[in-house]
């Protein structure tokens, strides 16, 4: 059997630069072509894996995307007395060979010997480590970034823009409003799509248009895998209706139907999640399914009920604003007119919004439960 082929990968630089990176294995360096900062690929760096060729830059920044340049790993070396190491200078080390100390035991502070003070200080405590449930209900704060608002709020006003343009313009000009849609459509797969996957891998803040948009890995293909995963999801109540509806009729067919479609559904964020990171039909295998659900534990029913609250809410919600509109009619005129364009700002903010945290609760299960799942990359 061949060796795999090492993936391409997505990783970001210190200064903010996202790239791809062809090939990609643990320790491989790059310096980064903007700043010049080593780049180097750690096990969390291969959770996804791309397809695009070559070093590719990411944001919209100006000057062209190099290749990356390899470099030589660099020697351990002794840190000065009052070096502060890093990025943000909290640590400072308070004589000659700390710095060795610590690399070498992988502890801080690092005292040995008889030699004066080697010790390993810090300016600020260390950062607290996120869980899985901080993770989950920081979702509907937007993960506390504010560019991920700004990116929501834009999807929400384009919609809303194209609800209002269709409902204004006679039908026979509304053609006009598809390219519109199509745009729009392209936009939210592919950020739901980025949404997921780089919370997958760590990030939180998402972009939410990709620079090197590819139609077919960014678009086609996720809205053929979603479209797979609820398929796949919903066959064994389809099933138990076609052979059940002979023996069995009303209520109890009904409740049939609902229960194994509720069973089915219970794996929509794991199966969407694992096909997702495998990219493969293959990791949608009903052991497997199982087997990451179990390894997931208690924090998997929470995931689901809230990827369900949000499913069932979002609708409700909408139904709510359509009735609400719906009390407008016969009113003043000024009133219908407000009407017109705050109940589409509305459906269209939930919508996205509740999107959004829809497709992170998702990537919050590989993010904090990866390890355990029965495959590996």
């Known amino acids: 059997m061949d060796p795999p082929t090492p993936p391409t990968i997505q990783i970001r630089c210190v200064c903010g630069k996202r790239y791809r990176v062809?090939?990609?294995?643990?320790?491989f360096r790059a310096s980064c072509p903007s700043c010049g900062s080593l780049i180097e690929v750690t096990p969390a760096d291969l959770v996804t894996g791309f397809t695009d060729d070559g070093l590719i830059r990411m944001s919209d920044d100006a000057g062209?995307?190099?290749?990356?340049?390899?470099?030589?790993?660099?020697?351990?070396?002794?840190?000065?007395?009052?070096?502060?190491?890093?990025?943000?200078?909290?640590?400072?080390?308070?004589?000659?060979?700390?710095?060795?100390?610590?690399?070498?035991?992988?502890?801080?502070p690092a005292t040995f010997g008889g030699g004066p003070g080697a010790t390993l200080t810090t300016s600020e405590p260390p950062p607290a480590v996120r869980t899985f449930v901080g993770d989950l209900f920081s979702s509907f704060l937007l993960a506390g970034n504010r560019n991920n608002a700004i990116y929501l709020a834009i999807g929400a006003a384009w919609c809303t823009a194209l609800i209002i343009v269709t409902m204004l313009i006679p039908f026979i000009f509304k053609p006009i409003v598809?390219?519109?849609?199509?745009?729009?459509?392209?936009?939210?797969?592919?950020?739901?799509?980025?949404?997921l996957r780089m919370t997958a891998?760590?990030?939180?803040?998402?972009?939410?248009?990709?620079?090197?948009?590819?139609?077919?890995?960014?678009?086609?293909?996720?809205?053929?895998?979603?479209?797979?995963?609820?398929?796949?999801?919903?066959?064994?109540?389809?099933?138990?209706?076609?052979?059940?509806?002979?023996?069995?009729?009303?209520?109890a067919l009904h409740a049939g139907v609902a229960l194994f479609l509720l069973a089915?559904?219970?794996f929509w964020p794991v199966a969407l999640m694992s096909i997702a990171i495998g990219q493969s039909v293959w990791f949608l295998r009903p052991d497997w399914?199982?087997?990451?659900?179990?390894?997931?534990?208690?924090?998997?029913?929470?995931?689901?009920?809230?990827?369900?609250?949000?499913?069932?809410?979002g609708v409700q919600a909408l139904e709510w604003v359509g009735w609400l509109a719906s009390?407008?009619?016969?009113?003043?005129?000024?009133?219908?007119?407000?009407?017109?364009?705050?109940?589409?700002?509305?459906?269209?903010s939930?919508?996205?919004?509740?999107?959004?945290?829809l497709f992170r609760t998702i990537g919050l299960l590989y993010r904090h439960h990866g390890q355990r799942f029965p495959w590996r990359f």
Not at 22 to 27: L, R
Not at 206 to 228: K, N
Not at 289 to 313: D, E, K, Q, T
């Open 178 to 195: 598809i390219p519109g849609i199509v745009l729009l459509f392209i936009y939210l797969s592919q950020s739901y799509w980025q949404v």
């Open 264 to 266: 089915g559904w219970f």
């Open 64 to 108: 062209e995307a190099r290749d990356a340049i390899l470099v030589s790993p660099e020697p351990i070396r002794l840190a000065g007395k009052g070096a502060q190491p890093g990025l943000t200078g909290a640590i400072k080390y308070t004589s000659e060979d700390a710095l060795l100390s610590a690399a070498l035991t992988g502890r801080a």
């Open 289 to 313: 399914l199982v087997r990451c659900v179990v390894a997931i534990g208690p924090s998997y029913a929470l995931a689901w009920l809230l990827a369900a609250a949000v499913v069932v809410g």
């Open 22 to 27: 062809k090939n990609a294995q643990v320790g």
């Open 350 to 357: 939930v919508s996205i919004y509740l999107g959004y945290v």
């Open 201 to 251: 891998q760590g990030d939180d803040e998402i972009p939410w248009f990709a620079s090197d948009l590819d139609l077919t890995e960014d678009v086609v293909r996720p809205t053929f895998w979603v479209g797979l995963v609820s398929l796949f999801c919903s066959t064994p109540a389809m099933i138990f209706a076609s052979y059940a509806q002979a023996s069995i009729s009303g209520p």
């Open 327 to 348: 009390l407008t009619f016969g009113l003043h005129w000024s009133i219908r007119l407000l009407a017109l364009f705050v109940f589409p700002a509305v459906t269209s």
